[in-house]
């Protein structure tokens, strides 16, 4: 307020802020993020070039759609987006630099070579050219008849047009990757040469086994610093985790038994006790007013009924009853309503979607236009079903128009909705109809029938075993005499108490912003733990108690570190490097307890260590050792004199003391030409992926989500 009260007395300081607004837009555009704090539209930028929150928001929206059509969750994908955007950006900038540019004549040249098309026999004539100009008609014609459609189309021509550049990059980069005469030369000899070596090994987890050796945080800095572009890490931070799950008791478990056998064999409250599942003549409606599971009408297999009925359902008649039984955290009763064939069937359809409706992003139609449409579509295509085609560029569903309006054989098992399986099992084969589901109304024609095998309707009068209010309230007094227990404790007194109490325990060290999953927890809270983590106010061992929505569990969370983008936090990576750095540790002192007892022979070593003297046979190309691969040890056996006793050597799997005996060349078949071929291969198929990696870590990519999401919250849209 005192601020404003300066502009409102003071008009000039408002016209100083925006000439310095304006002023620094003229000298850079950039530096008014400077000034007013980062636009919360621009996420990042790769090499100077902006990553938009649109852009985002559409690499999102494709993977989402692969996750859905594809049966996997829709959540957690922001990261892979970013990542995908950020190698997108850097194939474009690639892409441009060899002098390519992605044109609309580019584009359509070379859509055939991509994976969503060069696969798909139906985009290719009988003569195996693409058909280019049908797919162009039919995007002009989704363009026109279904702009939801059209869109989703825009955002997946950019993810196209992405990979079109990278097959281009990669084409042209590694056609220049040969190898070279004196290359394959040096190879071969490497490959043929051999060296009879004896040696002695100090094994690493032997000596360990007898020698203790604590590896510091300062061993594993040191280690980090040595190794800079192996640990370059993003932003992340170490959370401790206590799980409260607020299971049900054994009285939970007896209440939920009672309640079912009064509702399966006494009667139900809202009848009065007279009716109840065994003699009530409405099977649905019983279980849709009773049980905590609704009525399934789908007729099914006996594999996919509950396990405990599997075996009897055959020889069952209707009405026959099953239970109660337990089946995980529920208690079931399962009556037979009904048996009969389960016909496979070949449909298609055109859908005519609404305002309001899931597929009616961008229509204006109304619910009674989209109705009255369906209608007289239905009727023409009844009269004439030749004229089904004639009505897909008014389809909603532009995937199934693509395929002529086809859906496929279906059963009654596919994953429909209700609605529209119930008209394919109750309609003959070339029968047409308008049938009304969440997405609008569809017309659909049954192309064919097929008998299948016995399907069985069952009606599940299905109980919750759920925790009550009395042990959700033990749950939540558990969890909140823990958090008072470690307020201001050490991480290590978390851990020892979650421990001592037998409390489940776990411990993301790197967990990153956008992640959406937290490994050992996976609960509808991990998106607001990591916010809660993320926030620039939080400091090592912060602590918070969150409670996951509906289940009267409580989550107990511990700050135990904060890796900011730089060098990883040692002890985050402390799992992954601890046996790297220990071994190397025990190498040191290996080779200085060499030293100083001046051993002058294999013997003298192998006393010193109580190990054996060895004999084997290496070459670089392959440099094998006693079954380890060890290449210092075999650079070693050439590098050193023969019969000369080697210096230490530090192997992957322990300290290695040689003498060369003796060299010899072992000439393999093959002539320079196919060798030379073979090394060229190989080098061009491990090439990409190096490539692009190598092109992530030397490029200047500036992340700045984590101080958006923090200031405008955690909306993407």
Sequence with gaps: MAILGQIRSKPWLLMGVIALALLAFLVNPDSIDKVFGKNPDILGKVNGEKITREEFNDQLFVLQQQAEQQGGPKTGLEEQAWQLLVQSKLIKQQFEKLGFEMTDDYFWNQIQYDQM??????????????????????????????????????????????????????????AGITTGKKEAEELMKQRDQLADIDFVKVDYAAYLQKTKINVTTEDLANYIKQHPVMFKAEPSRNIGIVYFPSKPSAADDAAALKEITKLYSAGSDASGGTENFQNTKNDSMFVMANSDMPFNPQYMKPAQLPATIQSQIATAAIGQTFGPYKEQDFYVVSKLVGKKTSDSTLSRHILIAFKGS?????????????????????????ATPAKFTEFLKLSNDPNSAAQGGSLGWTTPETPFVPEFLTYLANNPKGATGVVETQFGYHIINIEDKKSGSMGYQVANLVKAIKASDTTEAETDKKSRKFIQQIQGKSFNDFVNIAKKDNYQFSNPKAAKRFEGQLQGLGTDKDAEILTWAFDKKRTKGDTELFTVEGTGDKIVVYLNGKQEAGLADPESVRDQIEVIVKNKLAAKQISDKIAGAKA??????????????????????????????????????????????????????????????????????????????????????MFGQAWLKSLQDNSEIEDYRIEIWNKVGNQQQ
């Design 117 to 174: 098309f060069a696969q798909n026999k139906q985009f290719f004539d009988e003569k195996g050219n693409f058909k280019t100009q049908e797919l162009k008609k039919e995007i002009e014609t989704l363009q026109s008849a279904n702009p939801q459609g059209y869109a989703q189309w825009l955002k997946t021509k950019k993810t196209i047009e992405y990979r079109l550049m990278a097959r281009q990059v990669f084409s042209n980069i590694s």
């Design 358 to 382: 899931p597929a009616g992003e961008g229509v204006t139609r109304s619910k009674e236009q989209a109705k009255k449409l369906a209608d007289s579509i239905g009727a023409i295509v009844k």
């Design 600 to 685: 002058s022979n294999l013997d003298q070593i192998a006393t010193l260590f109580a190990s054996s003297k060895q004999s084997a046979q290496v070459n670089l190309l392959n440099p094998s050792v006693a079954g380890a691969m060890e290449p210092k040890v075999a650079g070693a056996a050439f590098g050193v004199k023969k019969g000369q006793l080697s210096k230490p050597v530090e192997g992957g799997t322990g300290v290695y003391v040689l003498i060369k005996k003796s060299e010899t060349i072992n000439k393999q078949p093959g002539d320079l030409k196919q060798f030379t071929e073979s090394i060229t291969q190989r080098n061009a198929g």
